[in-house]
T-cell receptor, first 111, second 113 residues
């Protein structure tokens, strides 16, 4: 069965520093992978997704994630974070009709 | 499109009362999901529908919870009777068959006193 592990529950970082949020998944079949972001008091929004093709996917606000099949990982990175990136980030893997979500990583960006 | 619509956005009720949460999916979407989010348990899938038919309700915590989807544009999640441990944010999400991306509503914050 599919599962998702987000190793870090919280990641504190200073503004303009790089950040990596880790995500590992387990799956016996081909997968689709997602990162969602949840800003305070809002629903989840899709940040980026990997379905096929290039293993490096990017979002419009500077985040990127790389699908690594051998390491079963889909880590999220940003070279320089902003205060506005403070949010909860969820990694998810598709399973049949559903999405299996990780437990989330709270990114806190300090000035 | 207005996106997924949920109502109410906030609900405060007393233990023992019936609570009904409402969701309008994105027009044309044929899957609808209900989730619950708490600090302790994170994001949990409660139930999901395909073409208005419940497919998997294994995440529904107990018989006090029920969900319906009478038509393609409306779903309800009902808790009767409500208990303080039901306090959480409840999200509805929808998607189209073949598209794994789910679109989430803004959520309903439920507080049971």
């Amino acid at each position: 069965a599919q599962s998702v592990t987000q190793l870090d529950s919280q990641v504190p970082v200073f503004e303009e520093a790089p950040v990596e949020l880790r995500c590992n998944y387990s799956s016996s079949v081909s997968v689709y992978l997602f990162w969602y972001v949840q800003y305070p008091n809002q629903g989840l929004q899709l940040l980026l997704k990997y379905l096929s093709g290039s293993t490096l996917v990017e979002s419009i606000n500077g985040f990127e994630a790389e699908f690594n099949k051998s390491q079963t990982s889909f880590h999220l990175r940003k070279p320089s974070v902003h205060i506005s990136d403070t949010a909860e980030y969820f990694c998810a893997v598709s399973y049949a009709d559903k999405l299996i979500f990780g437990t989330g990583t709270r990114l806190q960006v300090f000035p | 499109d207005a996106g997924v619509i949920q109502s109410p956005r906030h609900e405060v009720t007393e233990m023992g009362q019936e609570v009904t949460l409402r969701c309008k999916p994105i027009s044309g979407h044929d899957y609808l999901f209900w989730y619950r989010q708490t600090m302790m348990r994170g994001l949990e899938l409660l139930i999901y529908f395909n073409n208005n038919v419940p497919i998997d309700d294994s995440g529904m915590p107990e018989d006090r919870f029920s969900a319906k989807m009478p038509n393609a544009s409306f779903s309800t999640l009902k808790i009767q009777p409500s208990e303080p441990r039901d306090s959480a944010v409840y999200f509805c999400a929808s998607t189209l068959v073949g598209h794994n991306e789910q679109f989430f509503g803004p959520g309903t914050r439920l507080t049971v006193l």
